[in-house]
DNA sequence: GTCAAACGATAACATTTGTTACCGAATTGA
DNA sequence: TCAATTCGGTAACAAATGTTATCGTTTGAC
């Protein structure tokens, strides 16, 4: 394709880091990585609208991404997504249902591509090795702890709280991300997240 | 063991349902069923404590369980488990770190546990069948979106909703959990569900 | 450069939810 | 059976959070 042409050094440059993870031919991985297709898109470009199928997963090369969905006429920001992680509408992609969620670009983003198809064949010949399948369980268990711990930090912590995580865990997200996006990821309104970094800003 | 012949219909009746899932020789499956051991246990029972490494993974016959985390002194139940479920603090249990919660029996229970190296071997042999592995990804994948979908309630629902959720798609729950549990559960003060309750009592 | 839209801060007020305290019923254990 | 504990309801008040509105700044399109 013209796309992989256009910067081939750009994706392998991000698909290098997971070649010694694949204990795979020269060929088979030429194959795998023929598969992806890079694109360019500005911001506020929605990937994929609620209630749609997701056919494609998508690996950031640069800038980011969120998850949202409209509750009662609002949008509501689930996750975000940063350079170097893979995003689709995780459930939609893997059952083929309508998407629970809209995929949107938050800044002009370098983006590669896969499709469904070729993701379903790749991980049909690769969990016949021992090691890929322990990888991919690995990654899907950890996925599950990410969303536990996430989910925890909502029982467990004030509003407050989760900000203060956000901002040591997480800076570059306050940095990138605009804050009313933020402030619906907290579970809060934009005026309650205003509060709490004017709260913080006086010496706490 | 005397606890397999203690009650070995009961055993066969609750590991009967998966024995079509398990293409498997029946020697095998003797081998595999063997590995587990019934027990009997008070209500309060507390089977693996917050900090400890979990060792088991539980099946329940009979009883509920929670599993709940120590919050800043107070108890806040994070999960509930019925008869046919398979228990264990997950995480503890597959990496060896120490547990994020405790797991207690809420009525008296009667319960079939099995050792963690039972089941790392049992994965082992049963992964390297296609369809097993099929069954094992879509479970942690089911497992992984229903914590999402936890959470999504988290973020988008009401206390009050919440409840209502409850009660439509687990009446059951309501009618077997102390209300101060699913109070916690719902991310509410004993208080406040009081209140919804009361709401919801007069009409609506 | 200009205008409109997006973004963030702030204030005033409303609503939700938590906290504490008290009561009575149900359950449990000796 | 009795006393102690657990459990759930309710009221009064406090704290957290949402809603609406306003304002100034920044950003982006033309």
Known sequence: MSAKHAAPVSLSTILEKFRDKFPVSPEKWQEYTGQFQRIQVPAKTILLKEGEISRK??????????????????????????????VSSIESFKKGTPSLFSLETIEPCTLWWIDKNDV?????????????????????????????????????????????????????????????????YLGISRVHLSRIKNKLARGK
């Open 120 to 184: 379903d064949r790749l991980l049909e010949e690769v969990s016949e090795i021992p090691s890929m399948r322990n990888q991919i369980m690995n990654t899907l268990f950890e996925r599950t702890l990410h969303y536990m711990q996430h989910f925890l930090s909502f029982v467990r912590d004030t509003p407050q709280e989760r900000y203060e995580n956000l901002l040591n865990h997480h800076p570059y997200l306050i940095q990138r991300v605009p804050q009313h996006y933020i402030a619906s």
């Open 57 to 86: 997963a998508y690996l950031i090369e640069k800038g980011c991404l969120r998850v949202w969905f409209d509750n009662k006429g609002e949008e509501v920001t689930f996750q975000f997504f940063f350079e170097n992680c893979t």
